[in-house]
T-cell receptor, first 114, second 111 residues
């Protein structure tokens, strides 16, 4: 089945540790996105990538890093510099073709930093 | 910033009709999306409007007025499973084709 996968669904880390969240898609989409969602708030863009080996900061990139070495994969690292890392993290992708700008989301990873 | 406003919460009864409104800044508008998000799950795509008017898709319809910076999502024949958060998202020009999301409207459907 085609889709976007994120793993794990729940992740616990100690304060001060870096952690990497995975995002994989087999939809052949060019663009991929990372969002953060906090309770009662909308999605906020962390990083996005429109093509392999290229990515751009979103609105809240501080304390995060990404890579885009393969079209299918866009991992997000939450570093110890991120002051409030506990949140629900969503990965999305979209094609640059006829589907236009519709983004499709993975199931999300809920990160809790203890 | 590019503010997107929608009510925080709404309540409706099973079988009824509910309208969820969304307003946004008109400058640079390039399209509007509605997503449904159940608690702890990913948002799922509902509709996309780029031209004025009503788009109907089964029990769900979405309306857009570009001149007024206004959209609504209309849900008919409400079912319990429609209890979810509904996210309005706008595509603005010059934003590298990124979406700006509203905070979401939490809809509770009562029996």
């Amino acid at each position: 089945d085609g889709g976007i996968t994120q793993s794990p669904k729940y992740l616990f880390r100690k304060e001060g540790q870096n952690v990497t969240l995975s995002c994989e898609q087999n939809l052949n989409h060019d663009a991929m996105y990372w969002y953060r969602q906090d309770p009662g708030q909308g999605l906020r863009l962390i990083y996005y990538s429109q093509i392999v080996n290229d990515f751009q900061k979103g609105d809240i990139a501080e304390g995060y890093s990404v890579s885009r070495e393969k079209k299918e994969s866009f991992p997000l690292t939450v570093t110890s510099a991120q002051k409030n890392p506990t949140a629900f993290y969503l990965c999305a992708s979209k094609t640059s073709g006829g589907d236009g700008d519709t983004q499709y989301f993975g199931p999300g990873t809920r990160l809790t930093v203890l | 910033g590019q503010n997107i406003d929608q009510p925080t919460e709404m309540t409706a009864t099973e079988g009824a009709i509910v309208q969820i409104n969304c307003t946004y800044q008109t400058s640079g508008f390039n399209g509007l999306f509605w997503y449904q998000q159940h608690a702890g799950e990913a948002p799922t795509f509902l509709s996309y409007n780029v031209l004025d008017g009503l788009e109907e898709k089964g029990r769900f319809s979405s309306f857009l007025s570009r001149s007024k910076g206004y959209s609504y999502l209309l849900l008919k024949e409400l079912q319990m499973k429609d209890s979810a958060s509904y996210l309005c998202a706008v595509l603005f020009s010059g934003s590298a084709r990124q979406l700006t999301f509203g905070s979401g409207t939490q809809l509770t459907v009562l029996p």
